[in-house]
């Protein structure tokens, strides 16, 4: 089905073609001086020290647990509404994920509260989520971490550019990661990025991004070197000059999508004023944020009732989404299942409306009257 108005759009023009033959053309396309580029803007954009492209942010929040010492026995707490990747990732390295609710129907955010009741012992980690690129509470999760001796790695996959407290998420903890997938706000197709203060981190994530290699194939070509020792088992996980040069052009074009964005959200704010049938999750947030997507949830509604609506949607030509299945009830996690009251409720109500800086008032106005009708 091709729909009127889709989920997502990709903001690609000629730009990022003029930035790919370019790269071709100079026939360096695998990891080398353009990763390098988008780490330096990285690093001044979010105000950190280190910034490493990888091949996605599954293979960021892989080496950010590795970097600081998760394994086998340990404990991470995760969210449950959020992409899988958040949580397999804590499986890579042989630990166990426990699962913490959200805060509330209003913000879809790790509930600092559930943490507390969930740290053990055992709980090396909290890896907050920020939901559409609105921020998890991280004064409070800072708080308890450092109470408890435990470290920080922001899943800043939704939230690149978006503000807390005068700080960029993904920047407040030991490490934040992001996504360049094709769907996120900034797109590569596929790849990602870590950054941190922490020189070791990077160091560490770095050796391990390229087989446990002590030099990388582009300072051999250059001469800086020629052989290399492997001193620990790593993986491939590195980006390639072709996609960072996407990532170049995608992220100075990042500032002006968003503000975009966020007029779509004031437009679907003012639409939607008169549907008291639904909740806008993050409705009075003033930060800065990504609007990664825009979701909503139907009060007293079930699961059979949501999808209807979807349903009903589709008909009148509008893709919607839902963000997400609960974790924490995929087949892999029946051993750490835990109840998860309000998660439990979010995942069979909510709705993802379409959301990218090219929609029109129009689309906006068109897309609050279908649900106006549906619902009434
Ligand atoms: C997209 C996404 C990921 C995974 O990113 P990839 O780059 O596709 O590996 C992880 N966490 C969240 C919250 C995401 O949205």
Redesign the pocket.
């Known amino acids: 089905m091709s729909f009127k108005i889709p989920l997502f759009d990709l903001s690609y023009d000629e730009h990022e073609e003029n930035e790919v033959v370019k790269t071709l053309k100079s026939k360096w396309i695998s990891t080398g001086p353009k990763c390098q580029q988008l780490e330096k803007l990285f690093c001044e954009s979010f105000d950190v020290n280190f910034a490493l492209t990888v ?7 892989h080496l950010a647990l590795m970097v600081l010492g998760v394994k086998k026995g340990d404990e991470v707490i995760v969210p449950s509404l ?5 949580a397999n ?1 804590v499986k890579y390295v042989g630990a166990t994920p426990v699962f913490a609710d959200v805060k509330s129907l209003t913000d879809l955010t790790i509930d600092p509260d559930d943490i507390l009741r969930k740290v053990t012992n055992k709980t090396k980690v909290i890896i907050p ?3 559409a690129g609105f921020a998890a509470d991280m004064n409070s999760i800072m708080r308890i971490a450092n109470q408890h001796n435990l470290k920080v790695v922001e ?1 800043a ?2 939230a690149p550019l978006s503000e807390y407290n005068e700080k960029k998420l993904g920047s407040i903890g030991d490490i934040g ?5 094709s ?2 706000n900034m797109s590569t197709a ?3 990025i870590m950054i941190s203060n922490n020189e070791k981190y990077i160091q560490d994530a770095r050796l391990l991004r390229s087989h446990g290699m002590t030099t990388m194939s582009y300072e051999r070509a250059k001469g800086h070197a020629t052989s290399y020792d492997i001193e620990t088992l790593g993986y491939n996980y590195r980006l390639d000059d072709i996609r960072a040069s996407l990532g170049i052009v995608q992220f100075k074009k990042l500032k002006k999508d968003l503000e975009k964005r966020r007029e779509v959200r004031k437009w679907y704010i003012e639409g939607l004023k008169n549907i008291n049938k639904i909740i806008i999750p993050f409705k009075d947030n003033t930060e800065f944020t990504s609007n ?1 997507i825009f979701p909503i949830i139907l009060k007293d509604s079930t699961a059979e009732y949501r999808d209807s609506v979807r349903n009903s949607l589709h008909q009148n030509g509008i893709q919607t989404s839902i963000h ?1 299945p609960a974790v924490h009830r995929f087949t892999i996690y029946k051993n750490e299942y835990t109840p998860l009251t309000i998660t439990d409720y979010i995942v069979s109500n909510e709705i993802t409306l379409p959301m990218y800086g090219a929609l029109t008032k129009q689309d906006v106005d068109y897309i609050s009257n279908c649900l106006y009708e549906i619902l009434n």
């Open positions: 091949s996605s942010c599954t293979a960021a929040l959020t992409f899988a990747a958040t990732s989520m920020h939901f899943d996959c939704h990661t992001f996504s360049f997938f769907n996120k596929e790849g990602g990664y997400y």
